[in-house]
């Protein structure tokens, strides 16, 4: 669920920064962007706290990944262009369908300006019955033959590719709560593979089995950790991995570069850094252990989310 700051949260990250721009010797307003800039980012604007949408795009367009309430803004942006006058066409494709990857949907103006074209896609049948659910009373005051733009379904393949633009999408399904697809998208040479929502249950090669071309050959990998490594095992079954997880698979099949995210909506930004924490001793620690036996090491370029975070591949 969306988790923006509290005034009590905004008031501590206030109060921390000020004392540690003094305790370092900080005296004057000149020194305030260079202690910014030397300063971990979730001290100063913690990670983010919207739930779900992500965008992918190449210079011939793109297209969005689950609605949750990341996709307001975005929206606003659209507003100031083509999709104000009804002339936009917006794609956008679903992991699963649980609330954390809708609720922004109702709030994606887009939607209300007539002539705009909103492309749906999904793998599960039940993408039919998202849009009429949410936008019908007494969830919400605008029904669907109201919204303005015009929407049209897809109904994906499971481990089919599918074309748009100049991408390849290929749906490979996760390891959570009611179906959930992962997507492995390639353009130009490279390959991004979207891995949110998932607990990973299966990692082994043969477990994964048909699905496990989504962790092969890959640039990027976007990966759940919501959980410490010791809340995994305590909330087993609850569909949200660890960074230890996505870790070992990324060493395993020589991915490029990890980003982690959809944290614990009830983590503060000190819990989330400490899971960052907890995820550079392990990594450090499998490194060290594998040089140690003199088994081949991959080493990745990884982080935590932030964000507004872009990424160019």
Same mark, same amino acid.
């Not at 795009?57 to 949750?68: A, N, P, T």
């Given at each position: ?17 000020? &004392? ?29 706290? &919207? ?77 039919? &019955? ?158 060290? &252990? ?24």
């Amino acid at each position: 669920m969306p988790s923006p700051h509290s005034s009590q949260a905004l008031e501590d990250k206030s109060r921390t920064l000020l &004392n540690l721009f003094f305790k370092q010797g900080h005296t004057e307003a000149a020194q305030i962007e260079h202690f910014l800039r030397s300063t971990p980012s979730y001290l100063i604007r913690g990670w983010g706290g &919207n739930t779900p949408c992500i965008q992918v795009k190449s210079e011939k367009g793109g297209f969005l990944i689950d609605g949750g309430t990341g996709i307001r803004q975005y929206g606003y942006e659209l507003m100031k262009g083509s999709a104000s006058k009804g002339e936009a066409e917006i794609h956008l494709f679903f992991t699963h369908f649980h609330w954390d990857h809708l609720i922004g949907l109702p709030f994606f103006a887009p939607l209300f300006v007539p002539g705009n074209v909103i492309h749906i896609y999904a793998v599960q049948e039940d993408v039919l &019955n998202v849009f009429p659910t949410l936008f019908k009373k007494p969830f919400f005051p605008v029904p669907l033959e109201h919204i303005g733009a015009q929407l049209v379904y897809h109904k994906l393949e499971p481990r089919q590719p599918h074309r748009h633009l100049d991408f390849t999408l290929t749906p490979y399904q996760l390891d959570h709560p009611d179906p959930c697809w992962g997507y492995r998208i390639e353009q130009g040479g490279k390959a991004y593979a979207h891995c949110v929502d998932t607990e990973c249950t299966r990692v082994s090669r043969a477990a994964l089995g048909l699905d496990l071309p989504l962790y092969q050959d890959i640039d990027l990998m976007v990966f759940d950790a919501q959980y410490t490594t010791r809340q995994k095992f305590e909330r087993s079954n609850w569909g949200h991995a660890s960074a230890a997880v996505g870790l070992d698979l990324a060493m395993r099949e020589k991915i490029k570069k990890v980003i982690f995210m959809h944290n614990d909506p009830a983590a503060m930004d000190e819990d989330i850094a400490k899971v960052e924490s907890e995820a550079k001793l392990y990594y450090d620690l499998q490194i060290q &252990n594998l040089s140690m036996l003199g088994k081949d090491v991959h080493q990745l370029d990884w982080s935590f989310a932030t964000e507004g975070m872009t990424i160019a591949l």
